[in-house]
């Protein structure tokens, strides 16, 4: 349970990121007479000051723990906000075309069993030739071996500039979400 209202410690935040608003105008101004801030050094505590309130007025009101819902997906509940992304277990594998690994190109990129080239969304590892490329590579191997079966969920874009497929990767029957893993 938060320690404070939503709206008090959103209060306190306000409140923080002015004084430190304050403080910044007097380390560039020199001085800020309404606020009585003489000093550079005055204006500098007031921005630390400003930064801890702030930071204070976000620990007392924590987020809210994950859970499970009954349909399947995983509910992140925030101070501000709640967010719904498919839970990586079971059944609840989101709907797509299973296939089965073809190749591994990179860390992030990978053959079907019929050549369709797939690009993992969200996933950025080092190209071929690259410092930790050799690594990235092993990983997805080891985690979607070839000849292993996935599923492939498609985001509202279907290809990249490089014309590669574009896709939430699942390891099956697991249901291992690959592009967090």
């Known amino acids: ?7 008090m410690s959103g209060f306190l935040a306000l409140v923080g990121l002015f004084a430190m608003g304050v403080g910044a105008w007097g380390l560039i101004k020199g001085q800020v007479g309404w606020a009585r801030i003489v000093s550079r050094r005055v204006a500098g505590a007031v921005v630390a ?24 997906t995983v509910a992140t509940a925030t101070t501000n906000a709640t967010t719904a992304v498919p839970a990586t277990s ?5 709907a797509g075309d299973d296939v089965r690994v ?22 950025d590892t080092p190209e071929v030739g690259a410092y930790y490329a ?12 070839v000849g292993s079966a996935i599923r492939l969920v498609y985001d509202v874009e279907r290809l ?22």
């Open 102 to 123: 073809g190749s591994i190109t990179d860390g992030d990129t990978l053959r079907t069993s019929d050549g369709m080239r797939i690009r993992l969304i969200g996933m």
């Open 160 to 181: 990249d500039r490089y014309g590669r497929t574009l896709a939430y990767v699942y390891r099956l029957p697991d249901g291992l979400f690959v592009n967090l893993a």
């Open 134 to 145: 050799i690594e990235a590579t092993a990983h997805l191997a080891e985690l979607v071996p």
């Open 90 to 94: 079971g059944p609840s594998i989101p």
């Open 49 to 72: 000051a400003g930064f801890v309130l702030a930071l204070v007025a976000g620990a007392l009101d924590p987020p809210k723990p994950t859970t499970e819902a009954v349909d399947g």
């Open 1 to 7: 349970m938060p320690v404070l209202s939503p709206p």
